[in-house]
């Protein structure tokens, strides 16, 4: 068979075959998309506490860092707090060392991980408890991220993560 034997191009032939090559592709494209929302959806309670788990990892990278101005800040939710430390008078930055400074009840925090997150019961609760593994210790550190104005405290309750 040469060029010149060459059969002609149906044209109904070829548009059939577009439409299947369409049909297909959108099928692909739903299916797809279908899977990935399900996943999201069905998964996405992996990553509902993700903003509260970071801000409690902030918080203990800045004690690694034995900069416990910067931790401050993140428990008051206050990076200006210096500027008026009237308005934290119910937890004063010393009281704040003595608890979290290397005499505290953790001591010098060389490593700290978070193990996760929970809102005590009953819920609805007024905020989450984060757990933290600190310096590879077997009781673990839990704070509360208040939703209301995100500072960091102590818990309400005490969760066991494992």
Known sequence: MTLL???EIDP???RKQRKRIIFASLLVITVLAVGVLGFLLGHGW???Y???ERKVGRFFEALQKQDFKTAYAIWMNDPNWPEHPSEHANYLFNE???DWGPSGQWG???TAKVNGASPCPPPPSSGILVDVIVNDRVEHAQVWVEKSNHTL???PCNLIFH
């Open 96 to 98: 704040f060392y003595r």
């Open 50 to 52: 993700w903003p509260d």
């Open 12 to 14: 109904e032939k070829v």
């Open 5 to 7: 034997d060459a059969q």
């Open 153 to 155: 405290g102590y818990p």
């Open 108 to 110: 010098v925090i060389k």
């Open 46 to 48: 992996w990553f509902q």
